[in-house]
């Protein structure tokens, strides 16, 4: 394998592993809304279930959707969203405070949305 497609093969899998935690993250969310006596789960726990999908099959996703959905992922991930966010009746729970060690947060290495993927 020549060292491009290595690179390349590496930062699909980093990119896919963002999505994978992303998808963890909203179920999480999604069953403390529940928790705190809220209704909605249904749509948190759908979402989490599209972006499982889209960890594993990100090769064969349109560019674009995989731009928005590594966005989101990314802005996530470093902290960046709004403290909350309202789809229909699923309001998620403020972020909780980031951890600054990437590994000790389960998150993938190098995923650069927009930049080969």
Same mark, same amino acid.
């Given at each position: %394998? #020549?060292?491009?497609e290595e690179r390349?093969?590496?930062?699909?899998?980093?990119?896919g592993l963002l999505l994978a935690h992303f998808a963890r993250q909203l179920r999480r969310r999604a069953v403390q809304v529940t928790y705190a006596g809220l209704h909605g789960q249904d !749509?948190?726990?759908? %979402?989490?279930?599209?972006?499982?999908?889209?960890?594993?099959t990100l090769d064969q996703v349109p560019n674009q959707v995989r731009r928005e959905a590594l966005a989101a992922a990314r802005r996530e991930h470093t902290g960046? %969203? +709004? +403290?909350? !966010? #309202?789809?229909?009746?699923?309001a998620s729970v403020s972020p909780a405070v980031l951890v600054t060690s990437r590994a000790a947060r389960g998150a993938p290495g190098r995923c650069v949305p927009g930049q080969g993927t």
């Open positions: %394998m #020549r060292a491009s390349a093969a590496v930062q699909l899998r980093d990119c !749509i948190g726990l759908a %979402m989490a279930a599209v972006f499982d999908s889209l960890s594993v960046q %969203m +709004p +403290p909350t !966010i #309202r789809v229909g009746a699923f």
